[in-house]
């Protein structure tokens, strides 16, 4: 099958989910095409002083960038408050992105960016949504437009991808959460512990750079951090102490190479952020792999797949939880035995946790060899055929 995954992410921004998605899907033998942002939204500025054309050279061309898959983007902008009145550009090219799509005869569609529901909706291009998050609760989004389209895609997908298992059941989706590539995380070396705690995330308005900053911990932070006036690195380089190391990017072998060397692993998400009941972090994962205790926030769906393998911890003291320092203190003084977190880990790989999405994208090849009517599959039709989903302890 011809398969496009739309994505609100470029190709080369790190390697996370949606890139992962494309890479597999090409590897089931699929040809994947990578819709990527028209414009990085760090690089907004820019579209204000070249002359519009600048742009449009550079969509609506495929480049490859893995085994049958290619990279291209289309002239869209993403409902960010900060490109303003060029929203309106998107209608004046809705007519050019609709036939560029309908010439690459789509047989199926990942949504990531719901954005581009409608369109496919024109064309009559079945998708499957991944609803990896809440997006309308992101810093600086259009709310209203984020919101409307993911309830569109919501209802007129043939199925969406839940990252946690308690919303999967509630809205009779496939639980696909996130996985790891363990050769990624693969290391030899064993090296003397020297923070008392670390992380590796993107740092923006969801993560608790108070809590870190205001820790007696020694404190090991990696990964890109939003600048701006009142930005994450704004905050991290006026309270910043001696105590919190700061890496801004690394590759993931360096980075568990880095984690290593702490006792134990957080995830610091701010609990006052809507996003935080809604995502499922993949570093949780990556830091069992690495035998390393961890430190995490609490929501449903980490707390019914990890409870007895995590310290939970809030900013806030929500429920009476602990905080940072006192959680990490449990962590570090609790027997996590290394081999069991390892081992837990291994039942999350891409290729377990994708096995739902897998067996259904070959349970619809089947069908469009067999029907000519294969833009017409409806959520019915998934229902009434439903993949054979293999499990993750297998």
Known sequence: MRVGVFSVIPWSFLDQRPQVLAKKIGEWGNEVIYFEPFVRLDQWNDTYNHPWSKYEALCW???????????????????????????KKNKEYHGKNLAYLKSLN????????????????????????DHVDDTHQMKAVVKDFWFESQKHCSKNSI????????????????????????????????????????CLS???????????????????????METGVRAEYTKYRKLGGINVTWIPRVSRRNGAQWLKRCRS?????????????????????EYFYLGLPSISYLNKGIEEEFADKVVFYSNLNWKG????????????ERSFDPNFLKETALKFTWDKVLSPLEALLRTLEKYKT?????????????????????????
């Not at 067999?370 to 297998?394: G, M, Y």
């Open 61 to 87: 061309t495929p480049r490859n960038v893995f085994q049958n898959v290619s990279a291209l983007s289309l002239m869209n902008l993403p409902a960010h408050r900060v490109l303003g009145k060029l929203l």
């Open 106 to 129: 789509l047989d199926l569609a990942i949504v990531i960016d719901p954005s581009v529901g409608h369109l496919l909706d024109e064309l009559g291009v079945p998708y499957i949504y």
């Open 159 to 198: 199925t969406s991808l839940y990252i946690q298992p308690n919303i999967a059941r509630r809205y009779n989706g496939l639980y696909v959460t996130n996985g790891i590539e363990p050769s990624q995380l693969e290391m030899e070396c064993n090296p003397e512990k020297f923070f008392d705690a670390g």
């Open 202 to 224: 993107a740092i923006a308005d969801w993560f608790d750079l108070d809590s870190i900053l205001n820790t007696k911990k020694k404190i090991l932070i990696i990964g890109p």
């Open 265 to 285: 692993a957080v995830v610091p998400f701010n609990d006052e952020h809507a996003i935080v009941d809604y995502v499922m972090p993949l570093k949780l994962v």
């Open 321 to 332: 939880l602990p905080s940072l320092d006192e959680a990490i203190d449990i962590a570090n």
């Open 370 to 394: 067999s029907e000519d009517s294969f833009s017409q599959i409806s959520k019915e039709f998934v229902a009434k055929n439903p993949p054979i989903l293999l499990s993750r302890t297998n």
